[in-house]
């Protein structure tokens, strides 16, 4: 499978993702119109399909017009969310099956930005949305703390550690500097700021990310760690009796940073 990264608004990533083999292709999240169309003109692929991650405006504000245009189009989303993104007509559930041309792909269910956010796995390529960003997770718009915590759990659960995250917006380098903060003495989220700010200089994108480099960096995928653990404790005043209370922390204490 290929992986076209398209910019798309002030910091949205919108993603075609191309079964090359029978060439057709699918946008996850069509963020905005015209920038994904215009890449997409540029491959010749067949558009199917469109994966929406949530329900966000920032996400789908390109699905009416690729509608408009190509009314047979399938629009995948949780199923709960059919009165939330007009033009839904493959309702998800967890654990679903999906397919693009002949390439298999599985559906997450990760409630906790949104009650109705999925993930999309194909290969090694995994499409987050908001629920992980570079060095950071979605807001909890719609979940509690450990509703997020157990999403994102159960989404890296068995995955391999080079998997590729795409995730939705560019907010990497901000997340890192809360990384940071959190934990000072990790020299991997320093080795990620010269990496990411080197790419950005560029006007490079820092997805896709790896699972890998999340779980030694992401602080909302560290909540398991004694450092982490240790310096919540001691910095944000909290009894991190479980990594729960430890992400609710993170999470709170990201929401003023
Ligand atoms: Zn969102
Ligand atoms: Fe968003």
Do not use: W
């Amino acid at each position: 499978m290929k992986v076209i990264t398209v910019p798309c608004n002030f910091d949205n990533y919108a993603y075609i993702i191309i079964c090359e083999k029978s060439g057709t292709a699918a946008i996850v999240d069509p963020a905005e119109y015209y920038p994904v169309y215009t890449a997409l003109q540029k491959q010749d692929v067949q558009l199917k399909a469109i994966f929406c991650t949530h329900h966000h405006t920032d996400h789908i504000g390109g699905l009416e017009e690729f509608l408009a245009e190509d009314p047979s189009l399938q629009v995948y989303g949780f199923k709960d969310d059919a009165s939330r993104i007009a033009g839904l007509n493959v309702m998800l559930e967890g654990n679903d099956v999906i397919r693009l041309g002949q390439t298999e792909g599985r559906v997450i269910h990760t409630p906790g930005h949104t009650s109705g956010s999925v993930c999309y796995h194909f290969d090694n390529h995994l499409f987050t949305g908001d629920t992980i960003f570079g060095a950071g997770c979605g807001r909890l718009f719609e979940g509690s703390p450990a509703q997020m915590h157990g999403s994102l759990a159960n989404l890296i659960t068995g995955m391999a550690g080079s998997t590729h995250l795409y995730f939705g917006h560019e907010y990497t380098l901000q997340n890192l500097k809360f990384a940071q903060f959190v934990e000072p003495e990790n020299s991997r989220i320093q080795k990620r700021v010269e990496h990411s700010t080197a790419l950005r200089e560029k006007n490079e994108f820092t997805t896709p990310s790896t699972l890998e480099e999340e779980l030694e960096t992401n602080p909302f995928l560290r909540c398991s760690t004694p450092q982490v653990k240790k310096n919540v404790e001691e910095r944000l005043y909290v009894d991190g009796q479980s990594p729960q209370t430890i992400f609710a922390a993170l999470r709170e204490q990201k929401d003023s940073f």
